[in-house]
């Protein structure tokens, strides 16, 4: 299955395009956001097609999105990227000026973030952090099951007047409180899971954990040995138990090695031992 197949994406441009005397210039609207395209002669035979996206003039619009480009039989993909500023996504060098062009997307959600360091009657209890104000839901982030979150619920329910963060960095607090407070759920996408992951593992949030589990195993193009990776690093127990039910026999589990090692250019004394155990893959294997 291609990956336009597995992300189920339409193409919104498909055309062959000459470089030399056509060029290529097409912007197309998606959730209030610019997408262009174009293209710039660097030098003899050789160009430059960028691919870039802008939000409109009073958009408040977030997406995340999953995109395909391809440049003859070159693939550029994204799958659960995140938008929201004016910014290139792709600039590919080419030598030939005759090529074919596809892009597509797929809008998997469209937000709305609210400002955290603003008051609101659902968000009411100040958490300070070097010098900025957040506010926050004690009673909703006391949900996600994570002992600091207990503790601003236990400070705000003893009528204290606020909380002062010592844990986190301003930065590290930010990305967190964005990632559970910002949307109306959880919003993990490419951008932020290994940052929000790493304090979610370092504060034992089992909310975060859970969802950032639930996001690995939607993931269509990441291979199956990459999530367990994943899985030991974030110790997410669904998205394992998941890989291992789908292979059950020691060749499949064999396979997928191959596969990923080949894909990735890597040798077996690359791979973490412990996802070696968990694929059932001893010392006396021998990978080819």
């Given at each position: ?6 992300l189920?994406i ?5 055309k062959?395009v ?29 160009y430059v097609i960028?691919?870039?996206v802008?939000p ?14 391809m440049?003859?039989q ?11 500023k004016k910014?290139v ?5 080419v ?5 074919r062009i596809?892009?597509g997307i ?20 100040r ?6 104000t ?6 909703y982030l006391?949900?996600?099951?994570c002992e600091?979150f207990?503790?601003w619920y ?21 990305i ?7 949307y109306?759920?959880?919003?993990i996408?490419s951008?932020?899971i ?5 304090i979610?593992?370092?504060?034992r949030i089992?909310?975060?954990?859970r969802a ?7 993931l ?5 040995v990459?999530?367990?990776?994943m ?5 997410l127990t669904?998205?394992a138990?998941?890989i291992?039910?789908?292979n059950?026999n ?7 090695l191959h596969e990923?090692l080949d894909?990735?250019?890597?040798d ?8 070696l ?5 001893f010392?006396d294997?021998?990978?080819?």
């Amino acid at each position: 299955m291609s990956i336009k197949e597995k992300l189920n994406i339409v193409p919104i441009f498909d055309k062959d395009v000459d470089l030399d005397s056509d060029g290529i210039d097409e912007t197309f609207d998606e959730y209030c956001f610019d997408i262009t395209i174009n293209a710039k002669k660097l030098d003899e035979n050789k160009y430059v097609i960028i691919l870039k996206v802008s939000p409109q003039e009073g958009s408040k619009y977030e997406l995340i999105v999953d995109y395909l480009l391809m440049i003859n039989q070159r693939c550029f993909s994204r799958e659960r990227d995140y938008w929201k500023k004016k910014e290139v996504l792709e600039s590919v060098i080419v030598t030939e000026s005759k090529v074919r062009i596809c892009f597509g997307i797929c809008v998997q959600q469209a937000l709305i973030a609210e400002n955290l360091t603003e008051k609101t009657s659902f968000r009411y209890y100040r958490i300070l952090c070097a010098g900025t104000t957040f506010f926050i839901n004690p009673t909703y982030l006391k949900n996600l099951e994570c002992e600091l979150f207990t503790k601003w619920y236990n400070d705000e329910v003893t009528h204290e007047s606020c909380t002062i963060i010592q844990e986190l960095s301003e930065n590290e607090l930010e990305i967190l409180l964005n990632a559970c407070c910002g949307y109306s759920s959880i919003v993990i996408h490419s951008r932020n899971i290994y940052e929000v992951g790493e304090i979610a593992i370092q504060l034992r949030i089992v909310g975060v954990i859970r969802a950032i589990d639930a996001y690995i195993r939607s993931l269509k193009l990441m291979h199956p040995v990459r999530k367990l990776e994943m899985a030991l690093f974030f110790r997410l127990t669904q998205v394992a138990d998941e890989i291992i039910r789908e292979n059950k026999n020691s060749m499949s589990r064999l396979t997928l090695l191959h596969e990923y090692l080949d894909e990735n250019d890597e040798d077996i004394c690359d791979m973490h031992p412990d996802v070696l155990k968990m694929l059932e893959i001893f010392d006396d294997y021998i990978v080819l």
